[in-house]
């Protein structure tokens, strides 16, 4: 049986491409810098970012964390919404490797932190305060249906960054799907904030690796807080030659992930004992509600299986499916069948 896993977009596979790249990929002695594959990766990586520079590492979490090193020191503060990516779901590594402070504010529906929220939980000058120094957003939104913040937005918290002399990180996991569902530039994004880490091993289907991108002298330590961290790579263009093939043809499919998750959205909505917020389905990400009373997540999620289909629950009544290179629209179609099956008591 073909297996549709709809838990995440990091379980995609690298494409033929990819793989003949890594195989092919010149290669050199990245800590000494003189990979010639992860410094073309990062060149193009930066021209991207509109940055001076750009770092390959080994993920999205260490990328974050190398942001939040560089623009922090012990005791003091990063403002980040309550249901990022970096405050649920990266070991508060900030706080534990770097003793920086989370100041959590509310993430609203749409992914983004109330500005007025925002400005209020900026400290002011106290010996009993840790110093606020980071601003942290994420684009798209992982826990917020993968909502894509828009560039309005983000300039809107720039300004107020500005005016309070604080950095902005950007956890750009998914910026590209950003990127292809606002039809921007990703600069339109990133001009307004320090730092930025995408991933290439998410909907961009390479196998591993996030870049880090900002100033040259942001970069230049950041790549010291990596090698602290134990991610100076050696022959690491085995790692960037597939991400340059990611960042050449995988970007525009993206759409399609886009499409399917409306699909799939689309026919949850009409599965009588799901619930799904149609107004919320923006990018790749989707998520809904299981409110018959008379089924648990973990039968759904046994029934899905049995049928080949992986989902992932995230609540006690909540499943999040994710769109991704190598699901089609017919596995859309079979997985909102197998649903309605399940959910009308078929075992
Ligand atoms: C928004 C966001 N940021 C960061 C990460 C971390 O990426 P990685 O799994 O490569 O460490 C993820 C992973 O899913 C994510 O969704």
Redesign the pocket.
């Known amino acids: 049986m073909e297996i549709i896993d709809l838990r995440?977009?990091?379980v995609t596979l690298p494409s033929d491409e990819m793989r003949e790249a890594a195989c092919d990929a010149e290669l050199g002695d990245d800590v000494f810098g003189e990979d010639p594959t992860v410094n073309r990766l990062q060149e193009l990586s930066a021209e991207l970012m509109g940055k001076e520079a750009a770092l390959l590492v080994?993920?999205?979490?260490?990328?974050?964390l190398v942001c939040v090193l560089t623009h922090c020191g012990r005791g003091e503060e990063v403002i980040l919404g309550n249901i990022?990516?970096?405050f649920l779901?990266?070991c508060g590594s900030m706080a534990t490797v770097g003793g920086v402070h989370p100041h959590t504010i509310p993430n609203q529906p749409d992914g983004t932190m109330r500005i007025g929220e925002i400005d209020a939980a900026i400290r002011g000058d106290n010996d009993h305060w840790p110093r606020t120094r980071l601003i942290s957003l994420?684009n798209?939104?992982?826990?917020c249906f993968g909502a894509p913040l828009s560039p309005e937005y983000m300039s809107s918290v720039a300004e107020l960054a500005n005016r309070h002399r604080l950095k902005i990180h950007l956890?750009?996991?998914?910026i590209f799907n950003a990127v292809v569902a606002l039809g921007v530039d990703a600069k339109e994004f990133t001009r307004h904030v320090d730092s930025v880490?995408f991933?290439l091993?998410?909907g961009l289907s390479a196998p591993i690796?996030?870049v880090v991108c900002g100033t040259r002298e942001f970069i230049a330590e950041a790549r010291r807080n990596r090698k602290l961290l134990g991610g100076g790579m050696r022959q690491a263009g085995i790692i960037a030659a597939p991400g340059l093939v990611a960042l050449d043809k995988m970007i525009a499919r993206l759409a399609e992930d886009h499409e399917n998750a409306c699909r799939l959205a689309e026919g949850i909505a009409e599965i009588p004992g799901l619930s799904i917020d149609l107004s919320q389905v923006k990018t790749n990400i989707i998520y809904f509600d299981v409110v018959n009373e008379r089924i648990t997540v973990e039968q759904i999620r046994v029934g899905l299986e049995k049928r080949g289909i992986k989902a992932l629950p995230t609540g006690p009544a909540r499943f999040r499916m994710v769109t991704h290179y190598g699901i089609e629209a017919d596995d859309i179609d079979r997985t909102i069948v197998m649903l309605k099956e399940i959910m009308t008591g078929e075992t």
């Open positions: 995440s977009d990091t080994s993920s999205g979490t260490m990328g974050n990022s990516h970096m779901n990266e994420e798209t939104h992982n826990r956890d750009g996991a998914r880490s991933c091993s998410k690796g996030s």
